[in-house]
């Protein structure tokens, strides 16, 4: 089984419905949900990376929207990246 690769950009908006203070998860959570219906997978791991661009601006205001990598491995497992313009802004190699 080949390596599987997506970049999608993904809209957030819904992330703040939530409370102040859990809006930062809420945003991961819905990167997860997404994740997990391309890959086709329950098994998703979101980087260090990708979590830290979340909560730059804090807890209470993560971006509107964003452009993430999703790549299934061969194991069945999606990893999920930051990709696009938010990449080159944080000075990742990626």
């Not at 945003?27 to 791991?45: D, F, G, P, Q, S």
Request: aromatic share 2%; net charge positive.
């Amino acid at each position: 089984m080949s390596k599987r690769r997506l970049e999608i950009t993904l809209n957030l908006r819904d992330a703040y419905k939530a409370p102040k203070m859990r809006r930062a998860r809420r945003a991961l959570n819905i990167i997860k949900r997404k994740a997990e219906r391309v890959a086709k997978t329950e098994r998703v791991k979101i980087s260090e990376e990708l979590t830290r661009f979340i909560h730059s601006k804090s807890v209470e205001r993560p971006p509107r929207k964003i452009t993430i990598v999703v790549e299934k491995d061969e194991e069945g497992e999606a990893i999920v990246r930051l990709g696009g313009e938010g990449a080159a802004e944080q000075g990742t190699d990626s």
